[in-house]
């Protein structure tokens, strides 16, 4: 059996959507305070305060994020974050490019976990990774006529971000479908069989949240909800 971590790390200076705030990891108790402070003998122990949006670095989001009415992600099952996987190859070296139905056909996608990769995650923390492929408005549709279980992107976002309306998260939101956005390695799964799982917290009302999203391959039986 083998993992393959598909995530980038969480971290001061990562890319971000335009306008949101970047991740802070700071000390709240330090080692130093807690093996002063008298409730230890021998030891001590760091908490860690975390601030940030859902929206950073390898996350998923839940329907609730483009549908009033979609579950966020303390709602979602388990097995809608996770399942066996494809790896749809659009790897390209143009900015900016539309990627259109026309790459998933003839694949079977029902209830599977789709992955596109663009190759663009080769751009991390570069300017030129805000300029990446997007899926369009067909190639969305089509994933939603086909069933797929959720949607995973090497890229900022699935979307065009010129494009206002967001047409790929409001359409798949409505349908019930996860996106993951920010993965990486993707290339590495290109042709192989695996199982895909990207959990996030059971935190009530959020519509996103950052995840370890990872591959398993040579994992057989499939998974179910129970």
Not at 126 to 133: A, I, L, T
Not at 196 to 219: E, T, Y
Request: charged letters at 25%; hydrophobic letters at 40%.
């Amino acid at each position: 059996m083998v993992v393959v971590d598909l995530s980038h790390t969480v971290e001061m200076g990562i890319p971000r959507l335009q306008g949101l705030p970047h991740p802070v990891v700071r000390p709240y108790w330090t080692h130093e305070q807690a093996f002063t402070s008298g409730l230890f003998k021998g030891v001590s122990c760091e908490v860690s305060e975390v601030n940030l949006v859902g929206n950073v670095g390898t996350h998923l989001s839940s329907p609730f994020y483009f549908d009033p009415g979609g579950k966020d992600i303390s709602e979602l099952p388990l097995v809608a974050c996770s399942g066996p996987g494809v790896v749809v190859d659009a790897r390209t070296e143009r900015e900016r490019l539309p990627i259109g139905p026309d790459v998933f056909s003839g694949l079977e996608l029902k209830d599977k976990v789709v992955l596109v990769c663009t190759g663009w995650d080769r751009h991390w923390k570069e300017p030129e990774y805000e300029d990446h492929p997007f899926l369009t408005e067909k190639s969305a549709e089509f994933l939603r006529d086909a069933g797929i279980r959720l949607l995973g992107m090497d890229t900022l976002s699935v979307d065009d971000l010129g494009d206002p309306s967001r047409p790929v998260h409001r359409i798949l939101s409505r349908a019930g479908v996860p996106i993951v956005e920010n993965l990486t390695k993707l290339e590495g799964l290109i042709g192989k069989e695996f199982t895909f799982f990207a959990v996030p917290p059971k935190l009530k009302g959020a519509s996103a949240f950052p995840v370890r999203a990872f591959a398993i391959l040579g994992l057989r039986k499939s998974i179910r909800a129970k």
